[in-house]
């Protein structure tokens, strides 16, 4: 808590950065250019010099790769390259997704959609917190010149702008996508720290902070914060992933295949999943497919071999998913598995699911059991309920009624064409 106080020795050492990387641009962007510091803005004025000056310049930021990441990217490109948008608009990505986005000839739509995509300019997000907020704070000087920068990822960027905003009031308009708000959590030390900084940033900045899915939360912040800065933002389906993708198994068969994608973690259920497998006897399949955090690989590979030793049929495959691999796993599944620990998070994989019809078993609290009920998406339960879960895996009679059952509506209200205008606005 102590490097939220201005006095502090680590708020000291990163107001010096803050100092050494040129921050008296906040007040002078013109000056900006004369500075010798490595870090340069990315948007050059006269590179742009034919764009017309009553339109904003905006930069849309994401650095990271997994979970939405990739996906977002590419839906975003999609829908400026076909809309006739007045804007100057660059999109800074990681160079993983870059290299996906230019296999798919978006790079050809950018010189058409009047965008830019940029790769390699910006530091990844991660470390430590220090490292974090360092590499923030450098990204952020690169982009200070657009009138108006979207992080996809604004948790990765809450420190640094908090520091920005408490020694410097930003010239620059901001918005971004708030993860795992936690308005359904009770106070803790972690969320003090995280309403200071809120607080903070809200009142010093011009911003807009988005919420994907969840009206409750977007209530409950603007009512504490005394703001309206908060925002529902619908968490968009992406059905390109589909277009060319079509079942690989037969459609006649005895046994039903569960399936765990995405993160796999240890917050998402994967022991509570595994548990229940084992105590189901079930002679259904069982898919675990996706990126294993480290700290759990070992421990999660161990227990899958043990449990494919037993005669179960379970394969797990621990790799980051291509576009094409994950959309062939959920169309290949009969049961997605969504058991997650946490009450406060909404999941993308959701909308993969009720999009191809796939029933889902997912937890009674929270936003993600609020949105699975409502919408009728499949079954709930508390995935710490082992025996409920197990039987639930055992039983397959359930399953046909829940899919007949799936919500169009909770599509329908998904698409990026809604998601782009609502950022962009």
Same mark, same amino acid.
Request: hydrophobic residues 40%; neutral net charge.
């Given at each position: 808590m102590a490097w939220f106080d201005r006095n502090s020795q680590a708020s000291k050492t990163l107001y010096k950065i803050i100092q050494e990387s040129g921050s008296e641009i906040m007040n002078k962007p013109d000056e900006y250019h004369k500075s010798s510091y490595v870090t340069k803005p990315v948007f050059d004025p006269e590179?742009?010099?034919?764009?017309?000056?009553?339109?904003?310049? %905006?930069?849309?930021?994401?650095?990271?790769?997994? &979970?939405?990441?990739?996906?977002?990217?590419? &839906?975003?490109?999609?829908?400026?390259? @076909?809309?006739?948008?007045?804007?100057?608009?660059?999109?800074?990505?990681?160079?993983?997704?870059?290299?996906? %986005? @230019?296999?798919?000839?978006? *790079?050809?739509?950018? $010189?058409?959609?009047?965008?830019? %995509?940029? *790769?390699?300019?910006?530091?990844?997000?991660?470390?430590?917190?220090?490292? %974090? =907020?360092?590499?923030?704070?450098?990204?952020?000087? @690169?982009?200070?010149?657009?009138?108006?920068?979207? /992080?996809?990822?604004?948790?990765?960027?809450?420190?640094?702008?908090?520091?920005? *905003?408490? /020694?410097? =009031?930003?010239?620059?308009?901001?918005?971004?996508?708030?993860?795992?708000?936690?308005?359904?959590?009770?106070?803790?030390?972690?969320?003090?720290?995280?309403?200071?900084?809120?607080?903070?940033?809200?009142? $010093?900045?011009?911003?807009?902070?988005?919420i994907l899915n969840d009206k409750e939360a977007v209530y409950s912040l603007n009512k504490k914060y005394s703001t309206d800065a908060f925002e529902v933002l619908p968490d968009p389906i992406p059905k390109f992933y589909y277009s060319n993708i079509h079942p690989l198994q037969n459609n006649v068969k005895k046994e039903l295949s569960f399936t765990m994608i995405g993160a796999i973690s240890n917050r998402k259920g994967i022991y509570q999943f595994l548990k229940a497998i084992k105590f189901s006897k079930s002679n259904n399949k069982f898919i675990i497919a996706g990126s294993v955090n480290k700290e759990n690989a070992n421990l999660i590979a161990e227990k899958v071999r043990k449990l494919s030793q037993a005669g179960i049929d379970i394969n797990l495959y621990n790799k980051f998913l291509s576009n094409k691999e994950f959309a062939q796993f959920i169309v290949d599944s009969d049961v997605i598995v969504m058991p997650y620990l946490t009450d406060g998070a909404s999941s993308g994989i959701l909308g993969h699911a009720a999009y191809n019809k796939k029933t889902v078993i997912g937890p009674n609290y929270?936003?993600? &059991?609020?949105?699975?009920?409502?919408?009728?998406?499949?079954?709930?339960?508390?995935?710490?309920?082992? $025996? @409920?879960?197990?039987?639930?895996?055992?039983?397959?009679?359930?399953?046909?009624?829940?899919k007949n059952s799936v919500n169009d509506e909770f599509i329908r209200k998904k698409t990026y064409s809604v998601f782009f205008q609502k950022l962009i606005k």
């Open positions: 590179i742009n010099a034919k764009q017309d000056e009553k339109y904003p310049r %905006i930069a849309i930021v994401d650095t990271q790769i997994t &979970g939405h990441h990739l996906e977002y990217i590419y &839906g975003l490109c999609n829908e400026i390259s @076909k809309n006739n948008i007045k804007n100057r608009i660059d999109v800074y990505c990681d160079e993983h997704i870059y290299e996906y %986005i @230019k296999r798919n000839d978006l *790079s050809a739509l950018a $010189e058409e959609g009047n965008f830019n %995509i940029k *790769s390699g300019v910006l530091s990844k997000i991660e470390g430590n917190w220090f490292e %974090i =907020t360092f590499k923030a704070i450098r990204n952020i000087k @690169k982009l200070q010149l657009y009138d108006n920068i979207i /992080f996809l990822n604004l948790n990765a960027y809450l420190p640094a702008l908090y520091l920005i *905003s408490k /020694f410097k =009031t930003p010239l620059f308009s901001f918005s971004g996508i708030l993860f795992n708000p936690h308005v359904r959590k009770s106070n803790s030390n972690k969320n003090f720290l995280r309403d200071h900084v809120l607080q903070t940033v809200i009142t $010093e900045a011009n911003c807009r902070i988005f929270g936003l993600l &059991g609020e949105i699975i009920e409502k919408y009728d998406l499949g079954v709930t339960l508390n995935p710490r309920n082992v $025996e @409920k879960f197990a039987e639930l895996i055992a039983n397959n009679s359930w399953i046909e009624v829940a």
